[in-house]
């Protein structure tokens, strides 16, 4: 299995496909909300008061999915990073504009949060590979919305893992939520299609004849 495998595989089995369709329909409402108050004001302020606007909404979504779903968070305060904890994996967030991914914006807090990728950066860069049976224990996975702002635009949520450095040209993992959502349908056809078998050398018990 590569090691971009392993950390999909780690994501789907320790986050809940309902709290993923949760954040879908809360971010898709925080994005709209944040477009629809941008464009109550002039066209010099749309930009600026849409950004404003759509961060603290995000952040505000993810807060209350957290909650939904009773997961140890930290507390809105502010423009700090919420972040949750699903065991070892660790889930933030942050938005993209469209077009190339470039690696501006990256605070202190986010890096802080990326050094927990430091063996999945090994197992998936294989130029900086130091283990190579390093065990997968632990991982930060970012929720990124990617949105110009656009009255009529609908906007894509992503699943993405950064290295180290949070090079976001140069991702470990990224799929998009419609794409990630996948992972948990073939689980569950695999389920489906699991058949009991019998040990070798048991009779399976045939139905008593009714006698009454």
Known sequence: MSGTEKIG??????????????VDARFHAAL???T???QSFAPG??????????HFKLNEALDDAFTEFDITHRPLRGNAIVAGDFGP??????HKNKGPWNNSRRSAGKLGLCRKN????????????REENAALTELTCFLVTEHDGRPDESGEIYLVVPDTD??????LFQESLTQFMQRYQKVQALADRAVPTLKPGVKRQ???EDRS
């Open 9 to 22: 595989e780690m994501l789907s089995s320790h986050i809940p496909k309902d709290f993923l369709l949760s």
């Open 166 to 171: 949070m090079d976001l040209k140069n991702l």
């Open 206 to 208: 045939q139905p008593r």
């Open 45 to 54: 302020h749309r930009s600026n008061v849409t950004g404003v606007c759509r």
């Open 89 to 94: 994996v660790a889930i933030a967030r942050f």
């Open 118 to 129: 430091n063996v999945a950066e090994y197992l998936v860069q294989p130029d900086f590979l």
């Open 36 to 38: 629809a108050q941008g």
């Open 32 to 34: 709209d909300q944040a």
